[in-house]
């Protein structure tokens, strides 16, 4: 947005909600941006946009659909304003209130990120599809400088074959299947006794997942590793010899590209935007939510042949490359800002 704005000679200006409201300045690769917060007062939020949009702008870009009404509130300010709202999966898999799912039919363009949420945001909001755009998000553009060498790997992190999977361990997003990974680990060792899951993130729902390990008697082989830099969790990626995540509730899933950029075979699940970002059979497998007799099948077929899923690891590596850096997303981005601004 910004090299957009700078090469048309127009201004810009980013709102945080959450952030303190000092003035912030954020460096992203050679470029610094400066922002402003809210301190996660919504009626100061509503001011500062409100405010912004006396000033008659041309875009106005919400990063979430909640933020969808405030875009309409602005356009009352400012009647030829072009509005932009930013979806991105579970968000949108249900109904939403009568007031967000009206905002969000009458933005002038809804981004989304999978053509599965694309087809939620027709379906389920009533978005006509001329208004939707499926633009799939890229890795960060610091992706490359963030990531780490093997000595920053954790202490605790296990020898032997690693299985590894990343995101949050809430109650509320039981969906990512973590607990069908620590089901399918009986199978798996009694072919690969050295096999270990090592299970990244964080949240209020550990302890559910480690009463299933030792239930299921497999606590010894499964790891749970919290509170890790981005450089750390870049080490455990490069380590490990699999990903998995065989989540139902993945809008895109942005853990698979950073897997398939380590040059690694990824599982995921054959639901929602997961199967765009994984090609089944190349790049790795999609499996159904919940089994985990199909999810340790297809887990063995990787570790019995390290070579298919070196070569698995390779196709995906390449088609990040060439689909999902940040550059291939900003052409498609900066495309879309001139074709609004031209309209």
Not at 78 to 84: E, G, I, V
Not at 160 to 189: C, F, H, N, Q
Request: hydrophobic fraction near 40%; include cysteine.
């Amino acid at each position: 947005m910004s090299e957009y704005a700078a090469s048309h000679k127009m201004e810009y200006r980013f709102l945080s909600l959450n952030d303190s409201q000092e003035l912030h300045r954020l460096r992203l690769s050679d470029r610094e941006f400066v922002f402003t917060g809210a301190e996660r007062r919504k009626a100061q939020f509503v001011v500062d946009a409100m405010r912004a949009a006396r000033r008659r702008p041309k875009i106005v870009l919400a990063a979430h659909p909640n933020l969808a009404p405030l875009t309409r509130a602005m356009r009352l300010l400012a009647p030829r304003l072009k509005s932009m709202v930013c979806t991105h999966g579970v968000e949108v898999w249900e109904p939403l209130s009568s007031t967000r799912r009206q905002a969000l039919r009458k933005a002038t363009l809804v981004l989304s990120p999978s053509r599965a949420t694309a087809d939620h945001l027709t379906a389920l909001q009533g978005v006509a599809p001329d208004r939707i755009r499926v633009l799939p998000w890229a890795l960060d553009p610091d992706f490359q400088t963030k990531s780490a060498s093997m000595d920053s790997l954790p202490a605790d992190f296990p020898s032997g074959r690693v299985i590894l999977s990343v995101g949050r361990w809430l109650a509320t997003e039981r969906y990512k299947g973590m607990d069908t990974l620590i089901l399918a680990m009986p199978r798996l060792l009694l072919r690969w006794p050295e096999v270990q899951l090592v299970i990244v993130g964080s949240g209020d729902d550990r302890g559910w997942l480690e009463n299933i390990a030792r239930d299921s008697g497999v606590q010894r082989h499964v790891h749970f590793l919290s509170g890790l830099p981005y450089e750390t969790i870049s080490a455990c990626y490069q380590a490990a010899e699999i990903f998995a995540l065989p989540s139902r509730g993945e809008g895109f899933g942005f853990v698979y590209l950073e897997a398939m950029a380590h040059g690694k075979p990824v599982i995921g699940g054959a639901h929602g935007g997961a199967p765009e970002v994984i090609q089944d059979g190349v790049t790795g497998y999609v499996v159904q939510h919940g089994d985990p007799v199909q999810l340790a099948t297809s887990l063995d077929a990787l570790l019995a042949n390290p070579e298919h899923a070196r070569k698995m690891g390779e196709a995906g590596c390449q088609r990040v490359e060439k689909e999902y850096r940040f550059n291939v997303f900003a052409k498609s981005f900066k495309r879309i800002l001139r074709e609004l601004c031209e309209s």
